[in-house]
């Protein structure tokens, strides 16, 4: 791994970069607002991502992607994982007006305390449980545990006026085109299944025939999309709902972090984190968002339906 350009030629401890004014790359804010609490220090990281130098974009992603790991990990192991000199951590933690990374760590730690007690002990239960000491009853308690901890976080997460924004606009299209490839292909199946039951016109992207650019020629203003993918991003993907924005078609996605490329492409986004059992991640939370979805925007065209009736 090469280290920061600035870094060249010496070594610095996180202690004492974190005494040292950051200027340069590193930037800073001191004389802002420090963040006091999680959601705070997210809105500003979102605000600012575009002008961040790539180290500290990097050490965004991987703080956003792993609020958990910034929590719980030492410096050298976050600077590991994300890629990055540990001295990096500390110019990220002072562009943001921390006095170090120590500082900044302490609000990743709070926002583990302000979760609802009692999830660790309905995970130690399930590993307690005697099925547990059968390797298959191990896997399937890992995976319902992985898939309540999916459902618990999203309760929290998902904005209801964002939400609701998300229904108007795939409510309002003439044709909902769906996008979705590789571990997201279900979601966009299962809508699309759903939409023709409910008689809502949608259109997959995603042919055997490969005529995804001549499907995607057919959308227009009065149209929406829905897109989903989650790292590793597929390229088709992505370069499928920037052509519809690029097209001022309104595209609704569900992606796994705020510095997803199907974000910049995005009119309306949501961020969903699966967790994972043994590395392996399930569509538990995904899943119940798509399917509030689909039933909303039905719902909604069905009252807009009655109304325009009434009148």
């Known amino acids: 791994m090469m280290p920061d350009a600035a870094m060249q030629g010496r070594q610095e401890t996180p202690e004492s970069a974190s005494a040292r004014p950051v200027d340069g790359d590193g930037g800073t804010a001191a004389a802002a607002a420090v963040p006091q609490d999680f959601d705070a220090l997210k809105t500003v990281i979102l605000a600012r991502k575009a002008q961040l130098p790539k180290r500290l974009r990097q050490v965004a992603a991987y703080a956003l992607d792993q609020p958990d790991e910034i929590a719980f990990g030492t410096a050298a192991s976050?600077?590991?994982?994300?890629?990055?000199q540990p001295s990096t951590l500390v110019?990220?933690?002072q562009h943001f007006g921390f006095e170090g990374f120590s500082s900044l760590q302490?609000?990743?730690?709070?926002?583990l305390r302000e979760r609802n007690p009692g999830y660790e002990d309905r995970l130690r239960a399930l590993g307690d449980n005697g099925h547990s000491h059968r390797?298959?009853?191990?896997?399937?308690n890992g995976f319902v545990a992985a898939a309540h901890r999916s459902l618990d976080n999203i309760a929290g997460s998902v904005d209801p006026a964002a939400f609701e924004q998300a229904v108007d606009i795939l409510a309002k299209a003439d044709t909902i085109f769906l996008i979705a490839k590789r571990r997201s292909y279900p979601i966009s199946g299962y809508m699309a299944y759903a939409f023709g039951k409910l008689k809502i016109r949608y259109q997959m992207v995603g042919t055997a025939a490969g005529i995804d650019d001549d499907i995607l020629a057919l959308a227009g203003r009065r149209d929406a999309a829905f897109a989903v993918s989650f790292s590793p991003y597929t390229s088709e993907s992505i370069h499928q709902a920037r052509l519809l924005a690029n097209r001022k078609v309104p595209v609704v996605s569900l992606t796994d972090?705020?510095?997803s490329?199907?974000?910049?492409?995005s009119k309306i986004w949501f961020e969903i984190v699966e967790a994972d059992h043994a590395g392996f991640r399930s569509l538990s939370a995904s899943m119940a968002f798509a399917m509030a979805l689909t039933v909303a925007v039905a719902e909604k065209r069905q009252r807009g339906s009655s109304v325009s009736h009434m009148e």
Do not use: Y
């Open 78 to 84: 976050i600077a590991a994982a994300a890629d990055v």
């Open 91 to 93: 110019r990220f933690a």
């Open 106 to 111: 302490q609000i990743f730690r709070a926002r």
């Open 135 to 140: 390797e298959s009853g191990a896997i399937f």
């Open 257 to 259: 972090s705020a510095f």
């Open 261 to 265: 490329p199907l974000v910049e492409s």
